[in-house]
């Protein structure tokens, strides 16, 4: 399953969120999410910034195909 992972950095000024793409077997906890965000950005993000949404009906294989890069989490 695909999963939308939103987050501010830290040294951002605008409130425009940044968006990675996660595959994971099942929603991640946020634990595990905050886990995973430190070690992709080095730490640059807020932790109260981050949202997780589950990106129905769309397998990696098709979120790949339009460019994106899906992490496995």
Same mark, same amino acid.
Do not use: H
């Given at each position: 399953?695909?999963?939308?992972?939103?987050?501010r950095?830290? #040294? *951002?000024?605008?409130?425009?969120? %940044?968006?990675?793409?996660?595959?994971?077997?099942?929603?991640p906890? %946020?634990?595990?999410?905050?886990?995973?965000? *430190?070690?992709v950005?080095? #730490? !640059?993000?807020?932790?109260?910034?981050?949202?997780? %949404?589950?990106?129905?009906?769309? !397998?990696?294989?098709?979120? %790949?195909?339009q #460019?994106?890069?899906?992490?496995?989490l």
């Amino acid at each position: 399953m695909v999963y939308v992972v939103k987050y501010r950095s830290k #040294g *951002s000024k605008s409130k425009i969120a %940044r968006t990675l793409f996660a595959e994971s077997p099942a929603q991640p906890s %946020r634990e595990k999410t905050v886990e995973w965000l *430190s070690n992709v950005t080095g #730490g !640059d993000f807020v932790e109260e910034t981050i949202e997780i %949404r589950e990106l129905r009906d769309f !397998d990696p294989i098709e979120v %790949r195909s339009q #460019g994106a890069t899906v992490f496995s989490l």
